[in-house]
């Protein structure tokens, strides 16, 4: 038997390593199939999508955050996770005080296209603005009156933050 002819129209698109350059050219075709089902929706939540971070290497969950189109589009161009503060209202190049900078790897979009999945290079010692490596660092018990520390606090948040 010979090799099975597939459609292009049912040809898996995989974006495997992230690479600036390719994505950024996927981002600015317009009426793209591609383009439509990578691009996140940034119609919904108020402009805003959930942003994941979990380290490339161990697919620990290092920290949810939040961008805007401005901080997805400026994560995307440069490579450097960049998010939105919701609490400052502007963009927060993550590492901008502590030095803890996420070198983007990939980035996935889920179903619905309103929350994006970063796997990241983690460099500096936590992703934690607490200290930690994982801002998961508390693990709820007594079916949810108490909670214990799982995680090993790695630098003093008021010595970096000075604030």
């Not at 697919?59 to 901080?71: D, G, K, P």
């Not at 927060?92 to 983007?104: F, L």
């Not at 949810?144 to 933050?161: A, C, M, N």
């Amino acid at each position: 038997m010979g090799a099975r002819k597939t459609s292009s129209l049912f040809r898996p698109i995989a974006l495997l390593q992230f690479n600036p350059a390719n994505y950024r050219t996927l981002l600015t075709i317009s009426m793209n199939t591609a383009d439509l089902i990578l691009r996140p929706d940034f119609n919904k939540q108020d402009g805003l999508i959930a942003a994941i971070a979990q380290c490339t290497t161990t697919r620990e969950v290092l920290m949810l955050a939040w961008m805007n189109e401005e901080a997805f589009n400026e994560t995307v161009a440069t490579g450097k996770a960049v998010y939105y503060s919701r609490s400052r209202k502007r963009l927060w190049r993550k590492g901008e005080e502590s030095g803890n900078q996420q070198i983007v790897d990939e980035i996935r979009v889920d179903c619905d296209r309103d929350a994006v999945l970063l796997l990241v290079n983690q460099i500096g010692k936590a992703a934690c603005h607490e200290g930690y490596s994982s801002c998961f660092f508390r693990r709820m018990t007594d079916s949810g009156k108490s909670h214990e520390v799982v995680g090993e606090r790695l630098f003093d948040p008021t010595i970096v933050y000075k604030k």
